[in-house]
């Protein structure tokens, strides 16, 4: 008996360890065909054709084809929120249409929406994880507790903090003893095991082929004084605003999609892509090489410039993903709020270069926190681009932000509800 029980252990372990690369795996090679693809779309191809609005015509062609899978297959890819909540009320996700969940997480990213990965790359590892459950005898009974391993090591990997990745997927979850699950200790020892599996694999992809994606840079270490401190009282509330004005687009926009056909509505937003991404360029993508660009001279930009590619940030993103360009929203948000940290520094100090890391994080932090309802998971993931100086204040903020968040009520509730209502056809 203990022989077997022994053998059932180590077994578990292997497969955690060849899950965990295996998921990281997925993720780098997903990312590095977008970076090759996006490259192609807007700069090989407009420069050999000698037509610069060639990007607007591939857009609107990219709309058309995703519009054609929406109507047919539903509304894919889901949001991070409502694939976790599936997994978490079904204790299944549907992995039929897998196919058809890669293309059209990969579709917006290649054409520059403004939207991240991370939407996309979850739901993608969730209906592998249920296929290998359902066509491996011994994986099926732990299908439930892999998916979340497997979501832990995706965002992990696309936030550079396991830890996060960790704590997105286990704070504030109730611990279950149901068969066929892992205990809580069971799971960080997986965690732990599928994370450095997909490091490593990770590393060696990253060698001998290049790195998949940069992600977003990092602020040196800098002081923070009683100044700062003072501001607080500004920039928390300023987070808030963000994390209200991007509630009101997200339902603006919601709903105007509502009122608009399959399709079509895809087509437009093709098209606003496309024009977007050669006028306003800043606004575009994920973020990360935007905000490297915007680091190094924030100081130099008037802050009613940087409020308003903020609000622009937020309304292109909210209208990408309700328009058929579906992504992860995070990646944007924490680009939108950086310029609001900007800005709010450029108004307060001079030399604002010593202060604007700060700002940036406790605005950032506020709308994480809000938006995530996870204080701790949210101040760990600042940890990819904020200094760790700046971890305690990150979560206070974050904590503030969840309670104000939670007083709102519109996040969490929102989610649920799409979550529970399943596929959108």
Not at 144 to 173: R, Y
Not at 213 to 229: A, C
Request: charged residues 15%; contains cysteine; proline residues 4%.
């Amino acid at each position: 008996m203990n022989r077997d029980r022994t053998g059932n252990r180590f077994r578990l372990l292997f497969i955690t360890a060849v899950w965990g690369g295996f998921a990281g795996g997925v993720v780098w090679c997903f990312l590095k065909a977008v970076a090759f693809c996006t490259e192609i779309i807007w700069k090989t191809l407009p420069e050999k054709s000698g037509f610069s609005f060639l990007p607007v015509v591939i857009c609107a062609v990219g709309g058309i084809l995703l519009g054609a899978l929406h109507k047919k297959y539903g509304d894919y890819p889901e949001e991070l929120s409502v694939v976790m909540f599936k997994i978490k009320r079904d204790k299944y996700y549907d992995y039929k249409n897998i196919a058809v969940m890669m293309l059209c997480a990969f579709i917006p990213l290649v054409l520059c929406a403004s939207v991240g990965p991370e939407a996309g790359l979850t739901g993608i590892i969730a209906a592998l994880c249920y296929w290998i459950g359902d066509n491996v005898s011994y994986a099926g009974v732990q299908a439930a507790g892999f998916s979340k391993i497997g979501e832990a090591v995706t965002l992990g990997q696309l936030f550079h903090s396991p830890l996060f990745g960790i704590l997105a997927v286990e704070e504030n979850e109730e611990d279950t003893t149901e068969a066929g699950t892992l205990s809580k200790a069971q799971k960080l020892l997986y965690y732990g095991i599928s994370a450095v599996s997909a490091f490593l694999i990770t590393k060696l992809l990253n060698t001998l082929f290049g790195t998949a994606m940069e992600g977003f840079p990092s602020f040196s270490e800098v002081p923070s004084g009683v100044h700062d401190y003072m501001l607080l009282l500004i920039y928390i509330p300023a987070g808030l605003l963000i994390y209200l004005i991007f509630e009101f687009f997200e339902r603006l926009t919601k709903n105007l999609a509502g009122r608009t056909p399959v399709i079509l509505k895809e087509v437009l937003c093709g098209i606003v892509v496309g024009f977007m991404g050669i006028f306003i360029p800043v606004v575009m993508s994920s973020g990360e090489e935007q905000m490297a660009g915007l680091m190094k001279d924030f100081s130099s930009y008037p802050p009613l410039f940087l409020v308003g590619i903020c609000i622009l940030k937020l309304l292109m993103t909210a209208f990408c993903i309700n328009f058929g360009m579906k992504g992860g929203h995070f990646f944007p948000l924490i680009f939108a709020c950086t310029c609001m940290g900007f800005a709010l520094s450029n108004i307060f100090f001079s030399a604002s270069e010593s202060h604007g890391a700060f700002a940036a994080a406790v605005v950032t932090a506020t709308v994480l926190g809000a938006q995530l309802k996870k204080p701790l998971a949210a101040a760990l993931l600042l940890l990819l681009c904020f200094p760790p100086g700046l971890l305690l204040w990150s979560f206070v903020c974050a904590a503030i932000g969840e309670r104000a968040g939670s007083a709102m009520g519109f996040t969490a509730k929102a989610k649920e509800l799409s979550g529970d209502q399943g596929d959108i056809k």
